[in-house]
């Protein structure tokens, strides 16, 4: 034993370590997870810093302590710098050692984060340990330019009825979804996640759902859902709860862009939901404020408009020579009183290729999802719909909307003329038969089917209120009797003339026997 | 206003009986003009100035009081220059310096602290 104390003694007394030559700070003050930093004069901005705590303690307890905490530079002044903190700010203090880390904010990136909860540093939050495999990547970049892309011509089906039918998302197309609390913008989204299990597993989608500002509990309950229905085989979740600051918060976007990328760059396709950028939008504002950045409108920064169009931009169909791969963007925004004119709405309603809008009204009268047809567009998912879907649903949108402003009479219905009688029935058939409850994403060649009755009259001879029960029947009947024509339009995704044969005379059959 | 109190710290860096005759100059201008009520502002911004020079002024640090000369070259010769060492046994062994936002660390406690990060990593 003698001896081996001896020769590490020998080791230490011989220690020569290498020389580190390191630009530093000091933290001059910090308060609200922001840090005013003397020095660091060669930083660039979103470059990552170190607050090294072991600097000035004894190597016992900096070894204590050994998490890093690490921050994000967003001011470069004169004298100094400001960065956010990137994680528990009460670790930073004044006096404190700052250190460059050379390079841009980065989280870890790879395949093996599908089925897991990370937090916008690309840190598991699940408790499964840590992810192999992965990549560090910045998670700020430029988004791709036109050369690069390739239009929107693929599907990106939602399992929505309304929203396939009447707005379809096309794979790189990126569609707001936006509405007031409580409206069911987030199940639009989770049902658009949990049908793309529809979808044959080379050509599916991986989803990344980023949850920003929410309750723990939601997220949790989300993830559940997920599981439950085996959506998270092909899901990663992201996520900054209410309680984490501002700063992540702010992240969590981008964080799961740069996962997005990674997948859309492999050649696959991605999809990725914001919910919502509203607080994305709330939490930049306060780090700005306390950053002393000047406030301008409603007291957002001046470059609130470049965070969200930077973000969105990062969604794209890639041409053939970059992989082909896809980057969809479902953005969230939350409405104050349905007010679409407010600052965040209109700005990202400006950026992206469409909207859903969902509205209250709707919802408490029960429609479900309850999508406005008529402020909600797709500005270039048309072109990505199956020929199938674009047959059945050619007129529906408009004869949504004509209902819509019929509606209005309906308590004078005795004193209407037969026709527009007929309308309003008709217009209220197509309401039912477009009504879907949460969790029950149809696959597409079901939606085709379902619509093309309903545009063809076969739910004409039943009583508007009984449409819905008849529709729910309709698809069992399907499934039992109708899957050949089910297999021939998923195959084909259009609606040919034998197929259309068989499926009117199985239609006129079931409506018979239900009459 | 404020850069005023940035500048007498600057000028006092370099020459201080100048800075103490500018600062005479300065109260006596505000009394005449009546703004002596700046004077708090530039009190301030002089002593963020004068924290700011101190966090940046050349440091170097030594874990034996032994080592002090040959830390004081090594450092030189790095590109700081520090009147004198200062012992700090938490170092351990070696010597780390620091001016202007540049750390040269070469201690035995940085060592430790890296080779424990990258072990448990």
């Known amino acids: ?377 797709s500005r270039v998912g048309s072109s990505a719909q199956t020929k199938a879907m674009k047959k059945v649903s050619g007129k529906i949108k408009l004869g949504l909307a004509q209902f819509r402003e019929l509606e209005a009479f309906m308590q004078f219905s005795s004193d209407l003329d037969a026709d527009t009688k007929r309308q309003i029935d008709d217009g209220r058939r197509m309401t039912e038969v477009l009504k879907q409850g949460r969790g029950e994403p149809l696959p597409f060649e079901m939606e085709a089917a379902v619509i093309f009755a309903a545009t063809n009259g076969f739910f004409d001879s039943f009583p508007p209120e009984r449409v819905n029960e008849i529709e729910k029947k309709l698809q069992d009947f399907l499934l039992r009797e109708g899957r050949g024509e089910l297999d021939a339009i998923k195959q084909s995704k259009e609606i040919r003339e034998g197929t259309e044969e068989s499926l009117k005379e199985k239609l006129a059959r079931f409506v018979a026997a239900n009459a | 206003m404020a850069d005023y109190g940035k500048k007498l710290a600057e000028l006092a860096a370099h020459d201080e009986s100048r800075a103490l005759a500018a600062a005479d100059k300065l109260v006596k201008e505000l009394k005449d003009r009546g703004e002596l009520k700046q004077l708090s502002g530039i009190l301030r911004s002089a002593r963020k100035e004068s924290a700011r020079q101190r966090s940046l002024a050349p440091v170097v640090e030594v874990g034996r009081a032994e080592d002090a000369d040959a830390a004081l070259r090594a450092a030189s010769a790095a590109g700081i220059d520090a009147r004198k060492a200062v012992v700090n046994p938490t170092l351990i062994r070696g010597w780390r310096a620091r001016a202007r936002g540049m750390l040269v660390d070469r201690s035995g406690k940085r060592a430790l602290v890296d080779l424990y990060r990258n072990v448990t990593r």
């Not at chain 1, 997870?33 to 004894?58: H, K, Q, Y």
């Not at chain 1, 190597?59 to 990137?86: H, I, M, Q, S």
């Not at chain 1, 939050?125 to 011509?153: L, M």
């Not at chain 1, 406030?295 to 020579?321: C, M, V």
């Open chain 1, 1 to 377: 034993m003698e001896s081996i104390i001896k020769k590490l003694e020998e080791e230490i007394a011989a220690f020569a370590p290498e020389t580190k030559s390191e630009e530093t700070g000091i933290v001059r003050a910090t308060g609200d997870g922001i840090a005013e930093i003397d020095g660091l004069a060669g930083a660039v901005m979103t470059e990552m810093v170190l607050f090294d705590p072991s600097f000035d303690r004894s190597l016992e307890d900096a070894l204590k302590d050994p998490e890093p905490v690490y921050g994000l530079v967003l001011n470069l002044e004169e004298d100094g710098t400001r960065a956010v903190v990137l994680g528990d700010s009460s670790k930073v203090y004044e006096g404190m050692l700052v250190r460059r880390m050379g390079r841009l904010l980065s989280i870890p990136v790879g395949d093996e984060m599908v089925g897991r909860v990370v937090n916008p540093l690309g840190e598991p939050v699940d408790g499964k340990g840590p992810i192999k495999g992965v990549k560090d990547t910045p998670i700020e970049r430029e988004a791709y330019g036109v050369i690069d892309r390739a239009p929107v011509n693929v599907p990106l089906h939602t399992g929505i009825k309304a929203v396939d039918a009447m707005i379809p998302i096309g794979r790189g197309q990126r569609e707001l979804i936006i509405g007031d609390r409580g409206t069911g913008k987030t199940a639009v989204a989770i049902d658009t996640i949990l049908n793309q299990k529809s979808e044959p597993k080379e050509s599916r989608p991986t989803c990344i759902y980023v949850a920003i500002g929410q309750k723990e509990s939601k997220t949790a309950k989300l993830v559940a859902e997920l599981a439950e229905k085996g959506a998270m085989e092909y899901t990663i979740v992201v996520t900054a709860p209410a309680s984490s600051p501002a700063a992540l918060q702010f992240l969590a976007p981008f964080a799961g862009a740069a996962i997005g990328e990674h997948f859309m760059n492999q050649g696959k396709d991605a999809l990725v939901v914001y919910d919502d950028l509203s607080k994305q939008a709330v939490a930049y504002r306060q780090m700005s404020l306390l950053l002393r950045r000047p406030p301008g409108r409603e007291a957002y920064p001046g470059d609130i408009f470049y965070l969200h169009s930077r973000l969105l931009e990062r969604a794209a169909k890639l041409s053939k020579e970059k992989g082909g791969g896809s980057l969809t963007a479902l953005p969230i925004i939350e409405t104050q009183e349905n007010d679409v004119s407010a600052y965040i709405p209109t700005n990202v309603i400006s950026i992206t290729d469409g909207q859903i809008f969902l509205e209250s009204n709707l919802f408490n009268q029960g429609q479900r999802p309850a999508i406005n047809v008529g402020i909600s567009v």
